[in-house]
């Protein structure tokens, strides 16, 4: 009987094939450090991503409230003289109270310059006259008012002194007044539609033959703001001439000047005893909404307004 070894040449052995791969506790293991280094990362990172978005939207919300003040300064500068008032939406007037919306209008005018004048020492030409059956055309002396430039439906204002100073108020024309529309311009003679200056009592002219021009595509101008709860910021346009102060005006044109997220103080008085000059203070506040809530910026401005009809 013959006996095999067990290391016989001859023995057959049969070799599993080898299996790779990650086992479910180096796993969990890669997912627990992920999340501890994830977690470190966002410690370090938060601050100055939150900071970055902080100052983005804080100069977003700067811009949009020099973009307001900036457009609203440039119109207070081109008001006519002694057009400026203010009301708010309590009544009061010259002011406006806490917790109200205040109305800030004015007539804009594009530009001005000297009528021929009886006074000036001219001989000839056409004058602006002052009495009884004057006529309807008179003469610009020097440039015509340019950029831009006086326009047929335009407005020409002479010695405006503001309300309660009839006829030199270019609010109300009810009995008599100191503003005429033009019909026609031909080189330097502008003809009126009418003459109402021919009519006041007593007859109000400049001491200089100084005239404003009034465009059409614009007459009075109001900027609405609220002093309490925020709000818009809203500019209001050819809604007319009217004696007493719209609060708000109605028809015309309106535009937003700063969308819902707005405050406003206002406060106007005039700088020396003559009247001649004014000064409007402005204080606006932008405060954030949505992705910049609790972001907010303040802006004041002091804008010179020339009384000197």
Known sequence: MSRFSLFSPFRSCHHGSRQTGFTLVELVIVIVVTGILAAVVAVFLNYPVRS?????????????????MRRMA???????????????SAGNVG???????????????????????????STAGNFLGFTTGA???????????????????????VYNLGPGYAPANAYDCSSSCNRAKISSISGNAVTLLSNPFASQSPAMQSPGARFQVIPATDLAVTFSCPTGTAGNITRYAAYGLLASQPAPPSGGSQGLLANGNATCSVDYAATDGTGRNGLLSLTLTLSGTGGSSGESVSLFQQIHVNNAP
């Open 135 to 157: 006529g309807s055309t008179f003469d610009v002396l020097g440039p015509m008012p340019a950029n831009p430039a006086m326009a047929v439906g335009d407005y020409i204002v």
């Open 95 to 121: 002011s406006c109270a806490a917790a109200t919306t205040c109305y800030i209008e004015f007539i804009m005018t594009s530009g001005g310059g000297r009528y021929r004048s009886a006074g000036d020492g």
């Open 74 to 88: 440039r119109d207070v500068r081109l008001a006519l003289p002694n057009s400026l008032r203010i009301l708010d």
């Open 52 to 68: 970055y978005l902080q100052s983005s939207q804080r100069a977003q919300l700067s811009e949009a409230a020099d973009g307001a």
